[in-house]
């Protein structure tokens, strides 16, 4: 992580949250400087523990975090959660309101007591009908559409990633920041609600205004009308793929030139945008003859040096293969319980930097006596607060 670019050096983000939103939020913040307190239960998040492709998901939207573990049902643990938020500018939650009023961590508590306090709730909707709806990421991409634009007609299929709640999150991080520079005026905190929903209706806005527009509803994206002459998937000489597109005159005429297919800059029946793109049936059939005449690597180079539009399919564990991606600085190396993994780093550049690193993932409570500690709590009243002892009556 840059030494030099820490915008929110000296804000303390209090972090009350599981799954991604809420995290990749913290993670976001933490990037730029905030230090992040996440609070978890005393058996620690839930998402720890998880498997298959929900392994990842802990370690990575959690690094570089430190872990405080609060019991929240007693009376302990709300006084140590209220003593924390009280040096806290910021608290990022993802739980169900009524959770957080029978904890009394809700917003409109929290703003009465500390005014200052920017509270950032992750939640599936934000106001309205749907507000105490149950959301996933993949009940938001089935509500608004985008898994009915991602796969053929029938059968709609949801983005192969957890597109909406890191997007969630990073709008959620957004409206912290905006809320960080409004303080600096106003001198107040706010409640700002982030909606998975809404991110995802965002996702499918363009789909949206085109419907607007002309009055009628688009394809899927497998079955789309193309803009473009050539806009495809093609096999090589030993059946790897790649996308190729031609989406200007000029790259019409270069892949052409390119692939020994003068003969169509010359055709009648090709001599307009409209034309290529009503030919596909016919032109796509011989690019796709003389690409497999060729390997990958091959075409990879003519195509780079010519600037086409070009990509081998690829799958996410090649990119630790990719030389863009693992160039210095592309991507860091973070511990996690006993041993390490690589991931990169945030997609932008300050003064030719990018913001590389993100930390180590913390155990479960490694921060208990250091942060709750420097609240003047004694360790017995750590103990308490964080459930290594009982409360008594």
């Not at 924390?84 to 309101?97: G, K, P």
């Not at 693992?326 to 690589?342: D, K």
Request: glycine share 10%; hydrophobic share 40%.
């Amino acid at each position: 992580m840059s030494a030099t670019f820490r915008p929110l050096e000296g804000i303390r983000v209090v972090e009350m949250s599981h799954m991604i939103m809420g995290p990749s939020c913290g993670m976001f913040l933490g990037y730029l400087g905030a230090e992040v307190i996440k609070v978890e239960p005393p058996q620690g998040d839930k998402t720890r523990t998880l498997t298959g492709m929900g392994r990842p998901m802990f370690p990575l939207f959690n690094r570089g975090k430190k872990s405080v573990t609060i019991d929240v049902r007693t009376e302990a643990g709300r006084q140590a959660l209220e003593r924390l938020l009280s040096t806290a500018d910021v608290f990022v939650e993802n739980f169900r309101d009524a959770s957080l009023v029978k904890a009394g961590v809700d917003a409109e508590t929290l703003r009465k007591k500390f005014p200052r306090l920017i509270f950032a709730a992750c939640k599936g909707f934000l106001s309205g009908p749907y507000q105490n709806r149950t959301a996933l990421d993949e009940v938001v991409q089935m509500m608004t559409g985008l898994a009915y634009m991602t796969g053929p007609t029938g059968m709609p299929l949801r983005v192969g990633s957890s597109a909406n709640d890191i997007m969630g999150g990073l709008f959620a991080a957004f409206s912290v920041l905006a809320a960080i520079l409004d303080r600096q005026s106003s001198g107040n905190g706010h409640e700002m609600r982030i909606g998975l929903f809404e991110n995802c209706l965002l996702l499918v806005a363009q789909h949206m205004v085109q419907f607007e527009l002309e009055g009628k509803n688009p394809p899927p994206m497998p079955e789309r009308e193309f803009s473009w002459p050539v806009y495809d998937i093609f096999a090589d000489k030993d059946g790897k793929q790649m996308f190729v597109g031609a989406v200007t005159e000029g790259q019409w005429a270069t892949i052409c030139r390119l692939l020994d297919l003068d003969h169509l800059l010359t055709d009648p029946r090709l001599q307009t945008r409209m034309d290529q793109i009503n030919a596909r049936s016919w032109t796509i059939p011989l690019v796709a003859e003389k690409i497999a005449q060729h390997s990958v690597q091959d075409l990879e180079t003519q195509f780079e040096a010519v600037g086409l539009p070009f990509s081998p399919i690829s799958k996410p564990c090649d990119m630790y293969d990719d030389p863009h991606v693992m160039r210095p600085g592309g991507i860091a190396v973070s511990s996690y319980e006993n041993t390490t993994f690589r991931a990169p780093a945030l997609p932008f550049e300050v003064d030719g930097t990018m913001l590389t690193g993100g930390g180590d993932v913390p155990t479960v409570g490694m921060d208990n006596a250091e942060v709750l500690g420097a609240l003047g709590l004694t360790i017995a009243e750590v103990e308490a607060a964080t459930g290594a002892r009982k409360e008594t009556a």
